[in-house]
């Protein structure tokens, strides 16, 4: 949910006018109201986002240093790159059921939304599809400068697969939150 919710105001007879703002050119201001949201809350949803950039940049990385032949140097930058991303994702999971099980919005809201479903399943299946890459970019990260390591072409598009999967992750997070997704 928004932290705040606007709509029209309209002068009602026998009430005091709105607070805020007058009327202009006759179109009614806006009033808000202010949802209590805690310090807490904000913290767990930033490091949520933080937690995605990190996952984006990781990804990233791991793209732009890719090769299937790389120094030891790079393999060492690849097994970092891909720490970078194995960490966000710890972040983006334990921040993503702290707002799920303590956040704005009830559990409930989320477990009848499909595409809530959907994005966790995508997110569950970009998980699976790291783990072969991390396991050859860990083996390189043992590499010795000046020795040639060699990936298979297949982690390459490996990860561009898991690009194209996890720049889905934020659409559907906004769907859901915009309150697509519901039966009925």
């Known amino acids: 949910m928004a932290d705040y919710i606007a709509g029209p105001v ?8 709105p607070q805020f ?20 809350t904000v913290l767990i949803n930033y490091g949520h986002y933080l937690g995605l950039a990190g996952l ?20 060492r930058r690849l097994a970092l790159a891909d720490t970078l991303y194995g960490l966000a994702a710890v972040l983006v999971l334990v921040t993503g059921l702290l ?3 303590a956040g704005d919005k009830p559990a409930s809201y989320f477990g009848v939304n499909f595409i809530f479903h959907i994005k966790l ?15 050859k970019f860990f083996g390189g990260g043992r590499a010795v400068d000046g020795v040639e390591h060699t990936f298979p072409s297949a982690v ?3 990860l561009r697969i898991e690009l ?3 720049l889905l992750i934020p659409l559907l997070g906004t769907m859901v939150a915009r309150g697509f997704g519901f039966r009925g």
């Open 10 to 17: 309209y002068p009602t007879p026998g009430l005091a006018p």
């Open 21 to 40: 703002g007058v009327i202009l050119w006759g179109v009614a201001p806006l009033q808000i109201h202010r949802k209590k949201i805690s310090m807490t």
């Open 56 to 75: 984006f940049a990781g990804l990233a990385l791991e793209l732009a240093l890719f090769r299937p032949r790389v120094d030891g140097a790079i393999a």
């Open 99 to 101: 707002r799920l099980f």
């Open 121 to 135: 399943t995508v997110f569950v299946v970009v998980a699976f599809m790291s783990i072969w890459p991390a396991m």
């Open 156 to 158: 390459g598009i490996l």
């Open 164 to 166: 194209a999967l996890l």
